[in-house]
C-alpha cells in the first residue's frame, strides 16, 4: 500500500524567512504532485515532478524529487502572507492512471 | 481554462436519506475520480471511473455509494443512505491521458444531520 508522508504538519514562519516541506512516499513511483489549498477551497495545482531530479520553480516556490530517496521537497523562499494556505503532496503508483494517494497537507500560516 | 465543475456547493441532508452529487469534468478528459476531505483532514480517495466503469475503488466506496456516468458529460457520485459520517467536502476531478494534473472542482460540502 502506498503511503505518502509529510512533515511538518503545522508550520508558522515569518514573512521574509526560507523553509522546507518534506514529502517521503512509501513505494517506487516517479510522478508525484504538490497541489495547494487554501481553507474551504478546492485544491489548486502547482507541481508535477516525473523525474529523479526533478526541479521546479514557481514564484517564491521550488519543488524537487529525488526518487532513489523517495523523497519530495517543496522549497519557501521569502515567504509573504499570500502564501499561507495548506499544501499537499500527492504520488500515484508508477503504472496506469492509478488514483493519487495524498499525504495529511501542510497547515502554513505566514506572519508578519 | 476550462474546468471541472460540482453541483451543488453545499447540500445538507438527514441521517438515511439520499444524496446524489454532481460533477461535469473537462470535456476531452477520460478518467474521473470522486474524492472526500473530512473537515481539516486529509484528501482521500473514493472511486476512479474510465471507459464506463469503475476501474479502483478504495475501503470506504462501500455498497451505499455508487457513480454513474449517465449521459456523457455529468459524472454523479450518489450515497444510498447517508450516515453522520459522511459530513464531507466532496470533489470531483478528472484528467486526461498520461502523467498530467488532476483538475479538481471547487468541491460540495455535505452536511448530514
Known amino acids: 500500500e502506498l503511503k505518502v508522508e509529510q512533515n511538518p504538519l503545522f508550520l508558522s514562519m515569518q514573512e521574509g524567512k526560507n523553509y522546507t516541506i518534506y514529502c517521503n512516499y512509501s513505494?517506487?513511483?516517479?510522478?508525484l504532485y504538490w497541489y495547494r489549498q487554501d481553507p474551504g477551497k478546492s485544491l489548486e495545482s502547482l507541481f508535477v515532478l516525473l523525474s529523479n531530479g526533478a526541479v521546479k520553480q514557481e514564484g517564491r516556490l521550488m519543488a524537487s524529487l529525488d526518487t532513489k530517496a523517495r523523497l519530495s521537497t517543496l522549497h519557501i523562499t521569502a515567504a509573504v502572507h499570500d502564501l499561507s494556505a495548506t499544501y499537499f503532496c500527492a504520488v500515484d503508483a508508477v503504472s496506469g492512471n492509478t488514483p493519487l494517494v495524498f499525504g495529511k497537507g501542510t497547515r502554513l500560516s505566514v506572519i508578519a | 481554462e476550462p474546468e471541472v465543475t460540482q453541483t451543488p456547493s453545499h447540500q445538507v441532508t438527514q441521517m438515511g436519506q439520499e444524496v446524489i452529487l454532481r460533477c461535469v469534468p473537462i470535456s476531452n478528459h477520460l478518467y474521473f475520480y470522486w474524492y472526500r476531505q473530512i473537515l481539516g483532514q486529509k484528501v482521500e480517495f473514493l472511486v476512479s471511473f474510465y471507459n464506463n466503469e469503475i476501474s479502483e475503488k478504495s475501503e470506504i466506496f462501500d455498497d451505499q455509494f455508487s457513480v454513474e456516468r449517465p449521459d456523457g458529460s455529468n459524472f454523479t457520485l450518489k450515497i444510498r443512505s447517508t450516515k453522520l459520517e459522511d459530513s464531507a467536502m466532496y470533489f470531483c476531478?478528472?484528467?486526461?491521458?498520461?502523467?498530467?494534473?488532476?483538475?479538481f472542482g471547487n468541491g460540495t460540502r455535505l452536511t448530514v444531520t
Open positions: 513505494t517506487t513511483s516517479d510522478r
Open positions: 476531478a478528472s484528467k486526461g491521458t498520461g502523467p498530467v494534473y488532476l483538475h
